[in-house]
């Protein structure tokens, strides 16, 4: 399959892509960093329109600002598949799925590099002289709760019992000069988890927030990946090479050589700040609440360092388009792995329950319940299968499936599944207990009914099924003698 990945090896050269491609808008005008940015990456998300990338900060002279990178675009995959490195920005999103899954499986370590070789170490800020402040870190929307640092980041952080290294994107609020938040949820993520073993150390964690590495690293960072698994290794799959690795200057970790920034702290146990809210991937403001803060120790950065922004929010936004690709990619690998075959694994944004298409037989769809069950957050809210003849990336197609094909009977809830704080919907006791049911749809039809019986009741009635062959060719090769426009 055809990629450009050789011209794309960091962040900058991304930029150019998307500016080949008409895929980025560059603004000279000057916009305050306060909400006005976010206001524009937002009605830009909401369009379909090119990322916009601030050359012209107020107050900020010299930074510049790229955000919703992989957001929608036109088709909606464009930029995400531009971010992974393919040629065709219009390939459909179940081909982008199964380039993902095989890159998925073949992971590759990382290469270390010096300091001198790394890009992210062209100018260092020791811990005295650190002022967040100094960056147009952005307010994006009103009813946030504050400046945020991190939305479009990888948050890196190492397990102390096992040294393994977890990337994720988690949400960091700016607290002041020296602080920032992470929104470290405990029970679901990596991140949270490993806290929680520093915190019953009483020990502080070292975290690296690294701003705009390639975008496969934060591609790799958001993916819901199992226990023990090394994203920069996953990254490293999709990238077709290791992951450049620089360490930090005053923590043990290490972080991609070609960010354009990277911010070496330490979160602090037993202690939390106010934090969110922030208008979220669910299309609503989600959490205002406590949250681990930690304290900056180091800024390393490029020179005329780029900052970035996500912009989450009612679909679409970036998280929504990547996301849906990867969860699907992690899906179908899992079921495969387990000899659980599907056709297709898909989530509409926002991505919260996943479609699966599949050929029904005894015992399949149970299963696959179980294996997404044990799994990493895949089945937040519930789940929908469909045959294997309706396109689950068409809504139209999986509503006519749901409309028609689910007996009611079939809708099953299953309580006691972990919750994800971010859900509008949970009552104020399930937020607390972090506890919180979830659905099973089964829009199939029943694959034991004989062949009589379902050609009488279930034949689809369009074009493709409703005549004989000989009536199709016909009618299509007299389709422009009818006097329509041939397709
Ligand atoms: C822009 C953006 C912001 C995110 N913010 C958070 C967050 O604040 N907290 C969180 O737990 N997950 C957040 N996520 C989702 C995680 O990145 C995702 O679930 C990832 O799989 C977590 O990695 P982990 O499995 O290594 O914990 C965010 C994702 C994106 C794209
Ligand atoms: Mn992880």
Redesign the pocket.
């Known amino acids: 399959m055809a990629t450009n990945r050789e011209t794309s090896k960091d962040l900058r050269e991304y930029l150019n892509v998307l500016e080949a491609a008409g895929e980025l808008q560059r603004i000279k005008k000057e916009v305050d960093w306060k909400l006005e940015a976010g206001a524009i990456s937002r009605l830009a998300c909401e369009r379909r329109a090119p990322a916009p990338m601030f050359e012209n900060i107020k107050g900020y002279p010299g930074q510049r600002m790229a955000a919703v990178l992989l957001g929608p675009a036109k088709p909606l995959h464009s930029r995400l598949a531009l971010g992974l490195g393919l040629e065709d920005k219009a390939m459909p999103p179940l081909e982008i799925i199964d380039y993902v899954c095989r890159r998925f499986r073949n992971p590759r370590p990382p290469v270390n590099v010096s300091p001198r070789e790394a890009p992210c170490k062209e100018v260092i800020i020791p811990g005295k002289e650190v002022n967040l402040l100094n960056f147009p870190i952005p307010w994006i929307k009103s009813i946030d709760g504050g400046r945020y640092i991190g ?2 980041d990888i948050i890196i952080t190492r397990d102390p019992d096992t040294g393994w290294t ?1 990337w ?4 960091c609020m700016v607290e002041d000069e020296r602080h920032f938040t992470i ?1 470290l ?1 405990p029970a ?4 949270g988890r490993m806290f929680a073993k520093y915190e019953a150390m009483n020990k502080p964690m070292p975290v690296a927030l690294v701003i705009g590495a390639h975008p496969i690293c934060h591609l790799a ?5 199992d226990n023990g698994v090394a ?1 920069v290794d996953m990254a490293g799959g999709l990238l077709g090479a290791g992951v450049p690795l620089v360490k930090c200057e005053t923590i043990d970790l290490e972080v991609p050589a070609n960010a354009e920034m990277v911010i070496e702290a330490e979160v602090m146990p037993g202690e939390r700040v106010d934090e969110g809210p922030f208008g979220e991937y669910t299309g609503h403001s989600a959490h205002r609440g406590k949250a681990p803060h930690a304290i900056v120790k180091c800024i390393t950065h490029r020179r005329e360092p780029i900052h970035t922004m ?1 912009n ?1 929010g009612k679909p679409y936004d970036d ?1 929504a388009v990547a996301q849906g690709v990867l969860f699907g990619a992690v899906i179908k690998n899992r079921l495969e792995s387990q000899d659980l075959p599907i056709k297709a694994a898909y989530f509409h944004s926002p991505g919260t329950v996943p479609i699966i298409s599949l050929k029904p037989r005894a015992g399949l769809i149970k299963r696959i319940v179980a294996a997404l069950m044990s799994g ?2 895949l089945l937040p809210v519930g789940v929908v299968f469909v045959d294997e003849d309706v396109d689950v990336t068409n809504l139209t197609d999986v509503w006519w499936a749901l409309s028609t094909r689910m007996h009611p009977r079939s809708y099953e809830i299953t309580d006691g599944m972990s919750a994800n704080t971010l859900i509008p919907w949970l009552t104020p006791e399930e937020r607390v207990r972090l506890e919180a049911p979830f659905f099973v749809i089964n829009a199939t039809l029943p694959y034991w009914w004989s062949r009589e019986y379902r050609e009488d009741h279930t034949t689809i009635a369009d074009f493709e099924h409703g005549w004989t062959g000989d009536i199709q060719q016909a009618v299509l090769k007299n389709w422009s003698a009818y006097g329509y426009r041939d397709e």
């Not at 679901?188 to 991140?191: A, L, P, S, V």
């Open positions: 939305t479009w977890n994720a994107i988690y949400r929104l949820l679901r993520q990596h991140g960072a958001m993916t819901p990946f994203e996500a989450m998280y990493q957050r």
